[in-house]
């Protein structure tokens, strides 16, 4: 991003651990406002009174599509804008095809692709109104290449990859 971050808001997706944590970090640093979703109610809360009166907590399971949308109204109510969307929250199993529960499939694409599809759906127009905006995406070198024992988790990374390269290109020029 070339431009400041100061004053900008950002939902971030898996906030409540690992890369999704350490992002919120950073873009609080960087001067950002926050709204930090995740299914961890306890870590989100505990972030955020790391953080401070910048963030707030908007818990969701991404498994669940009629959550997905709900950090945007936590966004525009708190916030009145949004001008950052992370997308980090994902799920991982390296278990082989043919062991995995389908319902544990099922929870990964609904997660690493389907709420990305939902949610950037919904972002989109709070995301064009700003002068500028990004959307970000957390991928996996599973998303460049085919993993053993990853077929599912490999599947929604490549599709994850090719979804933002596709939206890329249709708002490039919307700022």
């Known amino acids: 991003m070339e431009h400041s971050l100061d004053g900008k808001v950002a939902l971030v997706t898996g906030a409540s651990s690992g890369i999704g944590r350490a992002i919120a970090r950073r873009l609080a640093k960087c001067g950002c406002r926050l709204v930090l979703s995740g299914r961890d109610v306890d870590r989100l809360n505990a972030l955020v009174a790391e953080l401070g009166t910048d963030a707030v907590a908007a818990p969701q399971n991404l498994e669940h599509q009629d959550e997905v949308t709900r ?3 936590v966004a525009i109510k708190m ?3 949004l ?6 929250a ?3 199993s390296n278990a082989a095809f043919e062991e995995e529960r389908i319902e544990a499939s099922q ?6 692709f389907a709420s ?3 949610l950037s759906h919904a972002a989109l127009p709070l995301l064009k109104r700003r002068d500028s905006a990004e959307i970000l995406g957390i991928g996996s070198i599973a998303g460049v290449s085919d993993m053993r024992n990853e077929a599912v988790y490999s599947a929604t990374k490549h599709a ?3 979804f933002l390269r596709s939206l890329r290109r249709q708002v490039a020029n919307d700022g």
Request: negative net charge; without cysteine; aromatic residues 8%.
């Open 71 to 73: 950090p945007l109204d």
């Open 79 to 81: 916030f009145g804008q």
């Open 83 to 88: 001008d950052v969307l992370v997308l980090n």
């Open 90 to 92: 994902g799920l991982f």
């Open 107 to 112: 929870s990964m694409i609904d997660v690493n």
């Open 116 to 118: 990305v599809v939902r």
């Open 160 to 162: 994850l990859n090719a």
